[in-house]
């Protein structure tokens, strides 16, 4: 099975996020999980893919050269989708926690591509 080639974590929902530098490997997870293949036509995407047992899985992808706000973007998805995971509506009253939320997933996944492109 293919792994990510970094994880985040939102430890106050207990997630991992998954990320993706390369479609490639991010279309063979989504494929080894039954799902349809990543299209080239973006330089990020996110998923939110259950797994039989009922575990959701949250994963992103960040193509080389991606700029920040696809980085931002993709956070948004994510966090959006670990909220709803929880039971935690994305509405005005819970405004701050979504931007939290946000604001830690995109610090890790900012801050690993900083260094991947370093290396």
């Known amino acids: 099975m293919t792994r990510p080639d970094y994880v ?3 430890d106050v929902f207990n997630v991992e996020i998954g990320v993706f530098w390369k479609r490639k490997r991010f279309s063979r997870w989504l494929r080894e999980r039954g799902m349809q293949e990543c299209d080239g036509a973006a330089d990020g995407k996110a998923a939110c893919v259950r797994d039989p047992e009922g575990v959701d899985w949250h994963v992103m992808l960040i193509c080389d050269g991606a700029p920040e706000k ?3 973007h993709e956070c948004v998805h ?8 929880a039971g935690v509506p994305c509405n005005a009253e819970n405004t ?4 939290y939320l946000v604001a830690h ?3 890790q996944v ?5 260094e991947r492109n370093r290396a």
């Open 110 to 114: 900012s801050k690993a591509n900083c």
């Open 8 to 10: 985040a974590t939102a």
């Open 96 to 99: 701050e926690i979504r931007a």
């Open 105 to 107: 997933i995109y610090q």
């Open 78 to 85: 994510v966090a959006d989708w670990i909220m709803d995971s």
């Open 70 to 72: 696809t980085i931002v």
